[in-house]
């Protein structure tokens, strides 16, 4: 069971948005998942006066396309990352130091995937390198795990056929990561827009970690929408995405992927004169990824019913 309630209304909403981008691009119908959730007031201000029982408690509207579907998230795993360093952080198993923080904030800002496979290293304790063999393969397999298995920790069906091991890479793998990635790659990295938008959910409400890791976290994911920030950085994360088309006076807080044959995004936003809103958007294939209109339209409409 989803942790929002279907709404007929956005069901609807979304199905007809769907269905106008569909007319020029046939491959949304099969390629594309969308978790859309609308709130009546503030993420961020409503979850601070609740408890954590009366927060997830608390009837959540929200409709989907393919929600379930697992498909290549591309860098938005950075934002599952993120937050495991978080988790190790709470836990006592690794320390926040100056390095860790750096490598953050380039990994999300910036969507670097030096970074990331920094990260990944600091996370499971492996590294990448030649290829291995017998009990030494195998226990490098079972270290790369680890964040698998804090997500099945949470107990959230949403994450049930998700998979976060993998580095992100700018050309593939070698070596003991193309290894593992398997001779079909059927080891990929795979998210649903359900699972990145709950994941999301908790981010803004305060509810993954604990209140202050999330606010790192916030703060991490926190857009500028200025045009002259965003002419100056080509790898903005906003243009081509969701948040592309936002009106004046918006707030954004997002992560975006993108590659060959995948763009996706997971964005938060609250809107002047709408209601807030978050998004989940994962779309596969060549005609997706070389796409930058279909995304900023597709919340363009979606707006129209916050």
């Known amino acids: 069971m989803a942790f929002y309630a279907n ?6 909403h979304l199905s007809c948005s769907l269905n106008d981008l569909e007319q020029h691009r046939p491959w949304v ?6 978790t859309w959730l609308r709130y009546e007031h503030s993420l961020i201000d409503q979850a601070a006066q609740l408890s ?3 927060f997830w408690a608390l009837p959540v509207a929200g409709a989907s396309h393919s929600g379930a579907i697992a498909r290549y998230p591309a860098s938005v795993v950075k934002l599952v990352y993120m937050a495991a360093l978080e988790a190790w952080y709470a836990q006592g198993i690794l320390r926040r130091t100056a390095e860790l923080e750096r490598a953050t904030t380039t990994m ?3 969507s670097s995937n030096d970074a990331t496979a920094y990260v990944v290293d600091v996370l499971s304790g492996t590294t990448s390198g030649p290829d291995l063999s017998g009990d030494i393969y195998m226990a490098w397999q079972r270290q790369r795990q680890l964040v698998n298995q804090w997500l099945q920790e949470q107990g959230w069906p949403e994450l049930q056929h998700c998979n976060c091991c993998q580095k992100t890479w700018e050309e593939g793998p070698y070596g003991r990561e193309k290894q593992f990635y398997g001779p079909q790659r059927q080891n990929r990295n795979r998210l ?3 699972a990145m938008a709950r994941f999301l959910h908790a981010v803004m ?3 993954l970690i604990s209140p202050v890791a999330s606010a790192h976290m916030r703060q991490q994911l926190r857009r500028s929408l200025d045009s002259e920030a965003r002419l100056a950085d080509p790898e903005n994360q906003v243009d081509g995405f969701l948040g592309a088309d936002l009106p004046e006076g918006s707030r954004l807080w997002s992560k975006a992927g993108w590659m060959s044959t995948a763009r996706a995004d997971v964005a938060y936003m609250e809107v002047p004169q709408r209601r807030p809103t978050l998004v989940a958007v994962l779309g596969e294939g060549a005609s997706s990824a070389d796409d930058r209109h279909w995304l900023p339209e597709l919340m363009t409409k979606l707006l129209t019913a916050c």
């Open 7 to 12: 709404n007929g209304e956005l069901q609807e």
């Open 29 to 34: 119908a099969q390629q594309v998942s969308v």
């Open 52 to 54: 954590s029982a009366e």
């Open 108 to 110: 999300i800002g910036h």
């Open 192 to 194: 649903s827009s359900d």
């Open 205 to 207: 409400a305060g509810e």
